[in-house]
């Protein structure tokens, strides 16, 4: 499996605090089936704005250390944004694996305008996954259905599909992959919190089969790792 969203490096933001923790996080994604993994760490401006430069180097310390161990799982750098106006002028600092794809987030609770957003992304060459779609309740199916309409991937959180968010977070992720516009589901995985990525697969598999669950838990996210 390939899991897209991660806080596995350490020291930048609220996941995992020292290498230790990294490599115990690693280590449990490993005996989830995690074969590909995407280093995510926050960026929200006064919150989470660990710098690109040390951000680069703990990345580059945990990926030595996980070669040393010989673990099987291979490591690769990009960011989770929370959205404002200063995105546009950095957005090079915030790519998946140096793609121009970024990982987005967004108010819960307010709509910052999302469809403009998109909009503005793609007229500079920008694409995005929308983090934890199903937590952002102002959107409706027909918005995500104008979203996807413009090149947007979605990803829902492993812990949402095995009823850990909440019956009404689980009904719209099971909704929204039903209506074949979900892409990716990950982990969002945070030192101290559990992994559910191999019970929230066995479930997708059980309710959608085989073909649905291999392209929400692999194929769909190949390529952001060529």
Sequence with gaps: MIDIHSHVIFGVDDGAKTLEQSLQIIKEEIDNGITDLICTPHYRAGMFDASIESIEKNFLILKEEVSKQNLSINLYLGREVYFDKSLYKNIDCYKLNSKN???????YYENPDVEEIIYNLTRIGYSA?????????????????????????????????????GLKNKRLAFKLIKEGLVDFISSDIHYNRNNFMKQSYDVIYKK??????????KTNASFLIE
């Design 101 to 107: 794809i970024i990982l987005l987030e967004f108010s």
């Design 208 to 217: 959608f089969g085989k073909d649905i669950a291999c392209k929400l838990f």
């Design 129 to 165: 996954i929308i983090a934890h779609v199903e937590r952002y309740s102002y959107l409706t199916i027909n918005d995500f259905k104008r979203l996807k309409d413009n090149n947007i991937f979605f990803q829902i959180n492993a812990s949402t599909i095995v009823g850990k968010s």
